[in-house]
């Protein structure tokens, strides 16, 4: 089985921190996103990963050296224009994917899924493919999977795919069947449907595909998600991820074997050895933040390698990138702090965005 994680989108609602910087290789508590999906893929046994992708190329290329000791083989697949979901895997299948077996992540997609669970499931249902799916409270920004029970063999299935339906629609039913799931943006695909896909043109895998499968080979397989799942598209995405891995590891800090995002991302480290701290009120620091006396971090916040506090200063929900810093006696609520920034002293900012060379943009965590 191969892995393919979809990474050609430009991150336009994550600008301007993705401007100068591939989305995947956005840090969540100090480690790219890439890092946590392909540990995921290697915990499930998939050694072989092709990055799909458009944009920044070169620093994929110069991050494979960052996964060498993992054992991986990682190929980079680069779209020349934009080809879609589908596309995408159209555009790897000659020179990467050849016929085997594929399991498909959207790359801004956090999930503590055991993808074990759903090679086991794909493998058991006999279809050409499976999808993740997902229960959120508002579908509108996401597919919507309709699903039923085979009658056949019993298992859920999707029998039917509803791209982004806007906030007004009411999911779709199948008759007798199950409520509605989101796709969660990870699948299994069989050679023959990997083959299906149109090649060198734009193909999208929910709006054409996947349809296009289900009319020819009937349901797909089902595998649903009730874990953690967070679209990292949007800065409140981005937020949610960083906070949700640090409640993560405090939820399971007596019993870390169960937690997977500490577990991979500490593989083979002593305590003595790992480069932060987790404070129980969900404060992550790297130990080479410098933090002033009498500084307070009150809840929600990470603070990312060589980030500053000032003396007499509070934080409260928050993230520091890499290298911002917090003067003295000021008070940071509710934001996000880019790479490099610096924050003058006796600054009150609440409810913003702040990156170099750009205004400062208006925030809520959790919208």
């Not at 298992?155 to 509803?162: A, I, K, R, S």
């Not at 991820?241 to 019993?255: F, I």
């Not at 006696?329 to 490099?340: P, S, V």
Request: overall charge negative.
């Amino acid at each position: 089985m191969k892995g393919l994680l979809l990474i050609g989108g430009q991150a336009a609602r994550l600008r301007p921190m993705s401007k100068n910087l591939a989305k995947s290789l956005l840090p969540i508590c100090d480690k790219p996103i890439l890092t946590y999906q392909i540990r995921q893929l290697r915990e499930a046994g998939v050694y072989d990963i092709i990055l799909a992708t458009g944009e920044f190329a070169e620093q994929y290329y110069m991050a494979r050296d960052l996964y060498r000791e993992l054992d991986v083989h990682i190929d980079i697949s680069i779209e020349h224009q934009a080809l879609g979901t589908a596309g995408a895997i159209a555009n790897a299948r000659a020179k990467y994917i050849g016929g085997d077996q594929v399991l498909v992540l959207n790359a801004d997609i956090l999930s503590d899924i055991d993808l074990r669970s759903v090679q086991r499931a794909h493998a058991n249902s006999g279809k050409v493919a499976t999808l993740v799916g997902y229960p959120v409270a508002d579908p509108s920004r996401y597919g919507l999977l309709q699903t039923r029970v085979d009658p056949s063999s019993g298992l859920d299935e999707v029998v039917g795919f509803m791209e982004k339906p806007g906030p007004d629609a009411a999911p779709p039913q199948a008759a007798g069947g199950l409520s509605a799931l989101i796709n969660a943006g990870i699948y299994i695909l069989e050679p023959q449907a990997v083959r299906a896909i149109p090649e060198g043109r734009q193909v999208s895998i929910e709006r054409e595909t996947f349809p296009a499968l289900i009319e020819k080979f009937g349901g797909l397989n089902l595998h649903r998600l009730d874990g953690l799942w967070v679209d990292i598209g949007t800065f409140a995405g981005y937020y949610a991820a960083n906070m949700a891995v640090v409640r993560q590891y405090l939820r399971d800090a007596d019993e870390p074997t169960r937690n997977l995002f500490w577990r991979i991302r500490d593989e083979h480290l002593s305590s003595a050895e790992r480069s932060y701290e987790v404070f129980d009120n969900a404060v992550y620091a790297e130990k080479s933040v410098l933090q002033g006396p009498n500084a307070r971090t009150e809840r929600n916040v990470v603070l990312m390698a060589g980030a500053e506090v000032g003396a007499g200063s509070r934080l409260e929900n928050c993230i520091l990138l890499p290298g911002s810093a917090v003067g003295r006696r000021c008070d940071i609520r509710n934001a996000i702090l880019g790479t490099g920034v610096r924050i003058p002293d006796q600054t009150l900012l609440h409810d913003q965005l702040v990156f170099e060379d750009a205004e400062p943009m208006p925030f809520a965590p959790g919208e």
